[in-house]
T-cell receptor
Framework: KNEVEQSPQNLTAQEGEFITINCSYS?????LHWLQQHPGGGIVSLFMLSSGKKKHGRLIATINIQEKHSSLHITASHPRDSAVYICAALRPVGQFYFGTGTSLTVIP | EAGVAQSPRYKIIEKRQSVAFWCNPI?????LYWYQQILGQGPKLLIQFQNNGVVDDSQLPKDRFSAERLKGVDSTLKIQPAKLEDSAVYLC????????????????FGPGTRLTVL
């Protein structure tokens, strides 16, 4: 069993839909990252969370430390949001555990 | 299938010393990435290889960092000389390579090498 589990693995949405990607982890963490990977490109860090909620534009990330769960929400989705979204749990010793990613396709 | 292998897992050096990291990607993966992840920050892409050619090294500090993938398989990343601010986890990732139709190309990450520069 992976230390970090993401769901769904694949997601197709119509433009404008509200999207949620979930991440559950089983290890103690100091922070949790949400990463975005566009086709053929490197990875961009979207959020780093250790508690509560963060918002950047149409993206919202939340984390519940007690439940060891985080969600990434995209409001008013757009085709340019199509990418792989990766949840990464940062252990206190500095080691990352990565989820397998969620491949999102937003159809115009 | 075997995952991305990296070595060493940990390295401690003094500033001005040199260090090298090694990465062996998943068999058959054409694309290889090196990332630097400083504590508390997200990973930063240093260099991307497609087979043995460099696709993107725009964020590689070329005065001290170098990387090669001579045979298009495994890769080494070198820092010479190291500075205190180079302390970070160095992540290697690989992917199959560009896919047709614009679909995403998932990266698979190695366990990372944690570098401490004293």
């Amino acid at each position: 069993k992976n230390e970090v589990e993401q769901s769904p693995q694949n997601l197709t949405a119509q433009e404008g839909e509200f999207i949620t990607i979930n991440c559950s982890y089983s290890v103690g963490i100091s922070a949790l990252h949400w990463l975005q990977q566009h086709p053929g490109g490197g990875i961009v860090s979207l959020f780093m969370l250790s508690s509560g909620k963060k918002k950047h534009g149409r993206l919202i990330a939340t984390i519940n430390i007690q439940e060891k769960h985080s969600s990434l929400h995209i409001t008013a989705s757009h085709p340019r949001d199509s990418a792989v979204y990766i949840c990464a749990a940062l252990r206190p010793v500095g080691q990352f555990y990565f989820g397998t990613g969620t491949s999102l396709t937003v159809i115009p | 299938e075997a995952g991305v292998a990296q070595s060493p897992r940990y390295k401690i050096i003094e500033k001005r010393q040199s260090v090298a990291f090694w990465c062996n990607p998943i068999s058959g993966h054409a694309t290889l990435y090196w990332y630097q992840q400083i504590l508390g920050q997200g990973p930063k892409l240093l260099i991307q290889f497609q087979n043995n050619g460099v696709v993107d090294d725009s964020q590689l500090p070329k005065d001290r960092f170098s990387a090669e993938r001579l045979k298009g398989v495994d890769s080494t990343l070198k820092i010479q000389p190291a500075k205190l601010e180079d302390s970070a986890v160095y992540l290697c990732a690989s992917s199959r390579g560009r896919t047709s139709g614009g679909s995403t190309d998932t990266q698979y990450f190695g366990p990372g090498t944690r570098l401490t520069v004293l």
